[in-house]
């Protein structure tokens, strides 16, 4: 997707949910970002920390954060990290200097940032940890994220589904391989537990079974949710444990590492020949992912829309820059590692919902709400 489109869509989602934007055009000769500000009073500086832009869904989600705020009065100073964590550090402590009065960051390794962030602290800076909950500091005032437990549950059912697990016998079970997310990005075990609570009961009646036998997310997970990383295990998992056994199914917590799987399952001939494609799902409706379902390749993939993520991010910089206390949701779940005020400290949280996104309701839930066009899908 552009990034003109998605700042777009991104700013009459706005409207729909009536909030209130300035309609003034930037004047020509360049400088719209700045002008637009200036049309409206310059409410402060916003730094906004993104950690790739190797991925669809963080380019719009920069976008989009970016297009919101500025649209209130702020300039933002985004910045990718493309995900090496020395240069996200670097990144934010240049925001700091520049005198940026809310951190908005998407951590590269939510573990590496204690430092920085205290020094954000000690200049009266706040912290929104956007969709990846930042570990092992007091400094991060709030989270912005979804349900990410029940993100994974939605996995486990993708594949719940996909394999008719409710028809399964022990005497022909459905095979599956388990991949899991970064081990350095919080979020990757929430999934991972969500989708196995959810399996645990086949895997208890031993009507679905791990052909390698890998799970538990030091076993099974993808650094940097690598599509590449994903699908050179793939490769390794097929010619060690499946060259006299079909494969059914895949546990997969991205589209990109999906895209992998799928790489390598058509690399040994499923999908042709009269080899079913195994059930794979995914996370984040990527456009190539989104096409990949149409297509018949990837089952199914979880949407979470980042226009109200951005949306929520939004609310949370005016509220602190405003003075008050910005809404949350969930104050019991998100313990980053530290303690504050002698307990451990949990974030608090504003968690949105998802959705599963299936081959049938892919216009009504991904078209139909204007985050794609029939266009962009071949439709």
Known sequence: MKIRTAAVRALALLAAAGITLSCNKPQSGGGGSADASRQQGDKGAVGVAMPTKSSQRWIQDGDNVKAQLEQLGYRVNL??????????????????????????????????????????????????????????????????SFDNYKVGMQMGDILAAGLNLAAATQEAPRYIELFGGSPDDNNAYF?????????????????????SGQQGMDRV??????????????????????????????????????????????????GSGGSPMPVVGGQDAELPSVKSIIAGEQYATIFKDTRLLAAEAVKIVTAILEGRSAAVNNITDYENGSTKDGKPYIVPSMLLQSTAIYKDNIKKDLVDN????????GL
């Open 191 to 211: 999934f991972y537990n969500g989708a196995m609570d959810v399996l645990k009961p086949y895997f208890d009646r031993k009507t679905l079974v791990i052909g």
């Open 79 to 144: 910045q990718y990290g493309e995900d090496l964590v020395e240069n996200q550090v670097s990144q934010i402590e240049n925001m700091i200097t520049a005198g940026v009065k809310v951190l908005v960051i998407a951590s590269i390794d939510g573990e590496s940032l204690t430092a920085v962030l205290e020094k954000a602290h000690d200049e009266g800076i706040q912290v929104i940890a956007y969709d990846r909950l930042i570990r092992n500091s007091p400094y991060v005032d709030y989270y912005v």
């Open 221 to 270: 997970g993808t650094l940097r949710w690598d599509g590449a990383t994903a699908q050179a295990r793939m490769d390794n998992l097929l010619s060690a444990y499946y060259t006299d056994r079909k494969l059914d199914g895949v546990l997969s917590p991205y589209d990109g590492i999906s895209l992998g799987i799928l790489s390598s399952l058509k690399g040994v001939g499923y």
């Open 370 to 377: 204007g985050y794609y066009t029939a266009a962009e899908l």
